[in-house]
C-alpha cells in the first residue's frame, strides 16, 4: 500500500477505534505489556495480575520481561486498539506468530527497536491518554 494509502488505513483504523460501539466490558480495564527480547506484546485485562499468572503458565514466563506496572483506562477494548492502531503506524508490528511454547496465535507483537524502545512505549501509551484527556494511572504489580 501506498503512503497515503497507509495514512488513511490508518485514520478510519483511529476512526472506527473511537466510534464502535463499546461492548459490556469496555468500560474498565487495564493495559498491559511485557518483552521477550526486543519484542513486545500488549494486552487488556480486567485484572492484570490474574492475566500474568495466566500467561506465564501458559507461555513460560521465564522468558518474560513485564513491564512493572499496567494502566487503568476507561474504554479498555478501544484504547487497546488505538494503541496497535498506532504502534502499527509507526511499523512495529511484528504480524501474527504461534506461539512455540503455547501453540497459540499471538497478535499483538511489536518490535521495540521501532519505537524506541519500553521507554518510547510508555511515552506513546501515556502520550495517547493525555491527548483523550484520561488521567494517567500507573498500577504497580
Known amino acids: 500500500m501506498s503512503g497515503i494509502g497507509n495514512r ?4 478510519l483504523s483511529f ?19 511485557y518483552t521477550v527480547d526486543d519484542v513486545l506484546k500488549t494486552g487488556r485485562a480486567l ?6 499468572k495466566q500467561w ?14 499496567y494502566w487503568k483506562v476507561p474504554h479498555a477494548k478501544k484504547f487497546e ?13 511484528l504480524g501474527c506468530e504461534q506461539c512455540w ?4 496465535l499471538h497478535q499483538e507483537k511489536y518490535d521495540l527497536r521501532q519505537i524506541g524502545g519500553v521507554t ?12 483523550l484527556g484520561w488521567p494517567i ?3 504497580y504489580m
Open 8 to 11: 488513511i488505513s490508518s485514520v
Open 15 to 33: 476512526h472506527h477505534a473511537l466510534t464502535a460501539s463499546p461492548s459490556a466490558t469496555d468500560y474498565l480495564g487495564a493495559l498491559y505489556a
Open 47 to 52: 485484572d492484570p495480575p490474574i492475566r500474568k
Open 56 to 69: 506465564c503458565r501458559q507461555c513460560r514466563g521465564e522468558w518474560q520481561n513485564w513491564l512493572p506496572f
Open 81 to 93: 486498539k488505538i494503541i496497535h492502531v498506532e504502534l502499527k503506524r509507526r511499523g512495529a508490528w
Open 101 to 104: 511454547f503455547c501453540l497459540t
Open 120 to 131: 518510547g512505549f510508555i511515552a506513546i501509551v501515556e502520550a495517547w491518554l493525555a491527548a
Open 137 to 139: 494511572i500507573r498500577v
